[in-house]
Each structure stands twice: as C-alpha cells, then as structure tokens.
C-alpha cells in the first residue's frame, strides 16, 4: 500500500533506533510528521483556547479531528462544501481522525451494537444516527483527512475475557470493511487498530488479523479507558513488537508526560490526548518538575515563572502570579496561556526524545527525565 518512491503518497522512513524506541519521519503531501510525535486533540475543529498558527508554533505536526463530534456538528457534508476540514479550521498541516468509535461507547445515549454498526442518539439533542465502517470512511474521505482510522469498538476495561474477545473480533470484521471501503486514495493512509484488552493471546489474534489486511499504519486501541498504567505498560511490553517494523504505531489518547515516555521506549510512534488543552483550562501546567496547580493560594504573591527555563509565552512574558489571578478572576486570558504552555512542554518532550534517540542515549535522557520529576515543583524562598 506505501509507495515510498512518491512525494504524493503516504510513507515512513525509520531513521534511528535506541533499544525500541525510535525515531523517524512519517511523509506526507501536506508535510512531514516528526516521530515520535504528539497530536495536540482538534475535537471540533479546534484545539479550545489555541489559534492554530498557535498550536504549530508550539513544535505540532499534525493535529487529531473528531469524527463523531465533526458528524454531529457542523456536519462532514457542511465541512466538504465549505473545503474540506483542513481550511475549514485553518490548518494546512496534516490531520488525523479518529474513526468515532471511541465517542460513540462514552458519549452517545442509547446505543445499540449489532454486525452492521452502532445504531445511537446524540448526546448534543438526541437525535438518531447509524455509524458504521463505510459511513465512518466516508465522513473521514469528507472532512478530507490525511490519516483515517477504521471503526471499531472498544469496550470499556475492566470487562470479561469474552466481551473482550467479542468485540476484538467484530473490530476486525469491521476493519476489513473499512479497509474496503476506503479504496486507493494517494496521499491519504489508513490505519487499522488493534484491539484485545489485556489479553495477550487476543492482541496477537488481532494483530494478525490486521496485518493480514495491510495498513499504512497500525494503531494500539483499548487502552487508556481506566486500567491504570501499570496495567497499561504490561500490554506495550509485547503489542507494539507485533506490528510490522515499518509501519508507524499510534497509542490512541495517551496521555500525561511520563505515560508518553514510557510508551515511546516501548516502541510507540504516536500519541494524543486532550490532557495539555484541558488541563490548562481548569488551571494545571505540567513542567519538567511535574504538574503546577495554578490555583492554589502558595501562587499568589510569586513572581516566578511557571518554568524558568521554558521559552512558551506564558513562561517569557508572566509570572505565576499573574496565572493565578487570571485564573481566579475566570479570565480566558488564563486558559490560553497555560494550554499554550502544556502543549509547548509536551512538544519539547517528544523534540528531546528524538534528538536522544539519535544520539543513541535514550537511556539517559529517561533518567534524568525522571529525576527532574521527582524533585517536585520548588517553592519560592
């Protein structure tokens, strides 16, 4: 499926490995994807309190859209004639949509599962709607994305082995049919999602099947949905090594700093999560010394920056102080800076990762990434 000879089409080139960690570019004719990378989450078209000349200022390659929320509101059928998702929400970077699958079982209100699809009610006013594999390509090909993903279902953990093994198996019918679905569009790639909860033996299963039906990248689903990150790590320890070498891997909404790090050592490519953008709207800065709760009152009188050795608007230009009067004072001012912040300092973590990982000292680089962590944010003298 990847012409790797074709500036028109979707490819990846693996440049640099350190243990499982790895380095590499994914291409594509909207621009290339530094990897490991993270996607800052564009569920409806935006990423909240970010312009988007914002969010690529920030180090950002591509951005994640939503398919369930894009289909509900404004529609994909408005997005097309309007031009397409990318100059609807003004960014002509590379997007991937998720196949809805995931906001259909959290979010959706009566839902009923059968071969076909999901049959639901919109959690926005209740209107009736029919999600399946080919509806599900067929908004992705409308919004225009770069990388679309197959429908699937993912149950929520912890659940039996066979609910599991039921679900896992109707995904892959299901990915066959969007496979099918999506035909032979140069420049666009589709990316099957292995499923299986926390079953080995059904990750395998899985990732069989996928292979089988041949993707332009493989993405690790089920995870992140309440099973702790124990619990988690225990999966990327064998699943990624079950996906093709020279394929990217893309570990769906994960999640806070030291999750990502440990799911690049394990041989993850991709991320994303909407942690950055929210947290900076209910008043948390993640930085190298772990998380800032800008609300609490020790902020008041301080001075100090959020991170004295971050570069972000918020860092250069304000002090904590200001943060937390902002924040106190429910002024927007307040969510935009500390989202800028989060997203800047999680794209400083994947730049530092690649750089290391070329250097050949990831090892290192974790270490002392940990260490910084454990130290703590440290209170004004």
């Known amino acids: 499926m990847t012409d ?7 490819s990846f080139s693996l440049n640099a490995t350190d243990g499982k960690a790895r380095t590499g570019v994914i291409s594509t004719p909207r621009g290339d994807i530094r990897t490991p990378a993270f ?8 990423v909240k309190a970010m312009m988007p000349e914002s969010v690529r200022k920030t180090g950002a390659d591509i951005l994640l859209g939503n398919t369930y929320h894009l289909m509900l509101r404004p529609t ?36 009923k599962l059968t071969e076909e699809g999901v049959t639901f009610r919109s959690h926005i006013d209740g209107s009736k709607h029919v999600l399946t594999p080919e509806r599900s390509m067929e908004i992705q090909k409308l919004l225009g994305s770069d990388i679309v993903m197959c429908f699937d279902e993912c149950p929520a953990l912890p659940a039996d082995r066979k609910r599991i093994a039921e679900s896992m198996r109707l995904s892959m019918r299901w990915a066959d049919r ?23 033996d059904f990750r395998e299963e899985s990732a069989k099947a996928l292979r089988e039906i041949d993707f332009h990248g493989y993405a690790i689903g089920g995870l992140a949905v309440g099973e702790g990150q124990e619990a ?21 909404g994960v999640g806070k700093p030291d999750d990502i790090v440990g799911a690049v050592k394990r041989g993850v490519d991709m991320m994303d999560c909407v942690l950055p953008s929210r947290s900076g709207r209910t008043g948390q800065a993640w930085t190298r010394r772990g998380s800032i709760n800008i609300k609490n009152a020790r902020h008041a009188d301080d001075p100090r920056p959020l991170d004295e050795n971050c570069t972000c608007p918020a860092c250069s230009n304000y002090s904590r102080a200001y943060l937390h009067h902002v924040f106190r004072s429910q002024e927007m001012i307040s969510g935009m800076l500390l989202t800028w912040h989060n997203l800047h300092y999680f794209q400083e973590i994947m730049s530092q990762m690649r750089d290391a990982i070329s250097a050949g000292n990831f090892d290192h680089w974790e270490q002392e990434f940990h260490a910084q962590r454990a130290q703590g944010d440290i209170a004004p003298i």
């Open 76 to 111: 994909a059928e408005r997005i097309a004639r309007l031009g397409g998702l990318h100059k609807f929400m003004n960014w002509e970077r590379p997007i991937l949509t998720d196949s809805g699958g995931f906001q259909v079982m959290s979010l959706s209100e009566l839902r």
């Open 232 to 252: 988690m790590f225990s999966v990327l320890d064998y699943a990624p090594d079950m996906l093709p070498e020279d394929k990217p891997r893309y570990l769906m």
């Open 39 to 46: 996607m800052p989450v564009g569920t409806a078209a935006t």
């Open 178 to 200: 969007s496979r099918e679905a999506f035909g032979d569009r140069p420049g666009h790639a589709l990316f099957g999602i292995m499923q299986g909860g926390l079953e080995q």
């Open 4 to 10: 790797n000879n074709s500036q028109s089409r979707f």
